[in-house]
């Protein structure tokens, strides 16, 4: 049997890598390796030893296995508990959305409501080449558009209103979708550009803010007032707080469309950035050089 090569070897990260590391690794040897586009006779092998690799590093209880047992995790009878990819659902994906999905009572979906789409896979192929993960034959090539989506309806998903060839279609926008995020109809694709957004950064699922706070807050302690994706948040400040302080609230950033194991939603991250008066009156110079004295 051929040794497996170090997953990490196979993306070209650290085993420090972050999660937006391994990402950005695994689309750029996706792209680069992926059948349709790569023609040389060790394109598919490499291609399924990239997405192997990354359906293992980028899964947190996966990793961890990986990173004590190493490819023994995955064996029948290893100490993770066997292959990663058996059982009873059917995993697909040629790019960073992984899903898994299964039949159950028939044709009925398991998972519920795909925002009015009946096939999961339709919803989070990427652009790698159009191809269904199970081999299903495509037509011709489609039109493809870009539709630019304001970030909050990328995150809590929404309907946005298209005419393409003079005829207007709702767009339904899954909760959760990002930059690069596709979705496929029958007369066309369309893929999503998400938005700035003036206050809030994005990273993966985790949603971050810089926000204010006032030096004497800092000192004293008292509350402040914080928005976030599910309106404000009045947040509590312990006196003394020092500057670059992180506030971390857990599962509330954006819905993870990667994958339909593991966090159902990323974290909302707030940096408290200690504000200090540009000018001070000559009262407010006498106070604070009593309180140095003191």
Same mark, same amino acid.
């Given at each position: 049997?051929?040794?497996?090569?170090?997953?990490?070897?196979?993306?070209?990260?650290?085993?420090?890598?972050?999660?937006?590391?391994?990402?950005?690794?695994?689309?750029?040897?996706?792209?680069?390796?992926? &059948?349709?586009?790569?023609?040389?006779? /060790?394109?598919?092998?490499?291609?399924? /030893?990239?997405?192997?690799?990354?359906?293992?590093?980028?899964?947190?209880?996966?990793?961890?296995?990986?990173?004590?047992?190493?490819?023994?995790?995955?064996?029948?009878?290893?100490?993770?508990?066997?292959? &990663?990819?058996?059982?009873?659902?059917?995993?697909?994906?040629?790019?960073?959305?992984?899903?898994?999905?299964?039949?159950?009572?028939?044709?009925?979906?398991?998972?519920?409501?795909?925002?009015?789409?009946?096939?999961?896979?339709?919803?989070?192929? #990427?652009?790698?080449?159009?191809?269904?993960?199970?081999?299903?034959?495509?037509?011709?090539?489609?039109?493809?558009?870009?539709?630019?989506?304001?970030?909050?309806?990328?995150?809590?998903?929404? @309907?946005?209103?298209?005419?393409?060839?003079?005829?207007?279609?709702?767009?339904?926008?899954?909760?959760?979708?990002?930059?690069? @995020?596709?979705?496929?109809?029958?007369?066309?694709?369309?893929?999503?550009?998400?938005?700035?957004? &003036?206050?809030?950064?994005?990273?993966?699922?985790?949603?971050?803010?810089?926000?204010?706070?006032?030096?004497?807050?800092?000192?004293?302690?008292?509350?402040?007032?914080?928005?976030?994706?599910?309106?404000?948040?009045?947040?509590?400040?312990?006196?003394?707080?020092?500057?670059?302080?992180?506030?971390?609230?857990?599962?509330?950033?954006?819905?993870?469309? #990667?994958?339909?194991?593991?966090?159902?939603?990323?974290?909302?991250?707030?940096?408290?950035?200690?504000?200090?008066?540009?000018?001070?009156?000559?009262?407010?110079?006498?106070?604070?050089?009593?309180? #140095?004295?003191?």
């Amino acid at each position: 049997m051929a040794t497996k090569r170090d997953y990490y070897d196979v993306l070209g990260v650290s085993k420090t890598a972050s999660e937006a590391e391994i990402k950005s690794a695994y689309r750029k040897l996706a792209l680069e390796w992926h &059948p349709d586009r790569n023609k040389s006779p /060790e394109a598919e092998g490499r291609f399924k /030893e990239i997405n192997e690799a990354y359906q293992v590093l980028s899964d947190a209880k996966k990793k961890a296995s990986y990173d004590q047992f190493g490819h023994a995790a995955f064996e029948q009878g290893g100490p993770a508990g066997g292959n &990663p990819f058996a059982g009873g659902f059917r995993t697909g994906g040629q790019g960073p959305f992984t899903y898994y999905y299964s039949n159950v009572g028939g044709n009925q979906n398991p998972f519920g409501d795909f925002g009015g789409f009946s096939d999961p896979f339709e919803i989070f192929e #990427q652009f790698f080449g159009g191809q269904n993960p199970f081999g299903r034959q495509r037509g011709p090539a489609k039109p493809h558009y870009s539709l630019k989506i304001p970030f909050l309806t990328a995150v809590k998903g929404g @309907t946005e209103s298209v005419t393409i060839d003079g005829q207007t279609h709702a767009i339904k926008i899954p909760a959760g979708a990002d930059t690069g @995020t596709h979705l496929r109809f029958k007369d066309f694709d369309i893929t999503f550009e998400v938005e700035e957004d &003036p206050r809030f950064r994005r990273e993966g699922a985790d949603i971050y803010i810089d926000h204010p706070l006032p030096f004497t807050l800092a000192i004293l302690g008292g509350e402040t007032t914080v928005p976030t994706l599910d309106g404000s948040l009045k947040l509590k400040i312990r006196p003394g707080t020092a500057p670059g302080t992180m506030v971390r609230l857990s599962s509330k950033g954006a819905p993870q469309l #990667q994958s339909f194991s593991g966090r159902a939603k990323g974290d909302f991250y707030i940096r408290l950035q200690i504000q200090f008066p540009d000018h001070l009156s000559h009262r407010q110079k006498e106070l604070l050089e009593e309180f #140095q004295r003191s």
